[in-house]
């Protein structure tokens, strides 16, 4: 195996760590020094050769050895590195719009699902409690490893290639599993043309999730039409990009419970997409007077936050409680959901690192 990555010489870790830091090769936080014997460790997962051209993320070049350097730098295991290859093969489809989403001013970022066997043969990556918070090894690494491959081979660096006026804390790292054992509708991958028994990635550009809160009770008989309408109401926030410009991706992450609840009442995935898609609007009287460039009609009515069913992604994922998730999108919409096959074959042992 010959890697072609330049060498670069320090007296220790220590010294090696504040190299990095000082180029900006780093995403703030500290790394793991990516030394020859670890990128060659990470490769071992993967059968395709170190110059091979995964995608490309603006003005560079994705290899499969740059990737590897990096998502040694963010502390992923060999296990973990076909979904980092799937991501930032999907990063790099033109429908994502990845230059646009480097550029904007907008604090979005990619979100990358993961569905399939691959939630526990990449990982375990986590779907439930907590799954986008601290305490999720893969989960962390993984979204690292994509976020510190925008910035090392895409040159996205805030305040030059990555224009983000603020920024948000999921753009260090932003990834989940989707919880399907849990979930009562078919896997989000399905939607795409996925067999259920296949491993996929779907990566949004995003804003940060905001928590949804909607109580439930099991004799209420309108419990998910007060579900729809809340995850509805939260998608069309007037200060929101999707409600400010009309158009956008969204994620709509539920918890087990609020799924059960519609799923009881003979909804399933596309009702449900359906449904919020009617509902997420604003009334006219609202936004007029508003800072927005939007043009609002003189006779009224409602101005619809989505295109249509096709701007919502829809999973199941969180702990069972009263919490869900709306992530709003944005940019102008012209970043759309984007998805790329996980494909991994660990036959033997993979070298380098302790068992979990």
Known sequence: MKLRA??????????????????????????????????????????????????????GEATVEKIAINAVMAGCRPEHFPVVLA?????????????????TTHGMGPVIIVNGPAREVCGPIASGWGALGPGHRANASIGRALRLCLMNIGGARPGHGDMAALGQPGKFTCCLAE????????????????????????????DAPHSVMMQ???????????????VAGAIAIPGANNTQIGKGP????????????????????????????????TPSATMRGWATKRRIPDGGGDLPALRGPEDIVLIVAGGSGMYSAVFSGGLAGSTHPVHAPVEFDFSCELPGLPPV
Do not use: C, K
Not at 93 to 102: G, H, S, T, V
Not at 185 to 205: C, I, K, R
């Open 6 to 59: 330049t060498r670069h010489q320090a007296p220790d870790e220590a010294s090696a760590l504040e190299l990095f830091h000082l180029r900006e090769w780093t995403d703030g936080l500290p790394v793991i020094i990516p030394t020859e014997a670890r990128v060659e460790s990470m490769l071992a997962g993967v059968e395709l050769e170190p110059d091979i051209i995964v995608g490309q993320i603006g003005p």
């Open 87 to 103: 991501a930032v093969r999907a990063v790099g489809d033109p429908e994502f719009d990845i230059d646009n989403m480097q550029s």
């Open 179 to 206: 919880d399907e054992e849990g979930s009562p509708f078919p896997p989000l991958h399905t939607s795409f043309g996925y067999e259920a028994e296949q491993s996929a990635v779907t990566l949004v550009g995003v």
């Open 216 to 230: 439930t009770n099991d004799d209420d008989p309108e419990a998910h039409e007060r579900i729809l309408r809340v």
């Open 250 to 281: 969204v994620i709509v992450a539920l918890n087990p419970v609020h799924a059960g609840v519609l799923a009881s009442a003979g909804l399933g995935r596309d009702d449900v997409l359906d449904e919020l898609t009617r509902r997420a609007v």
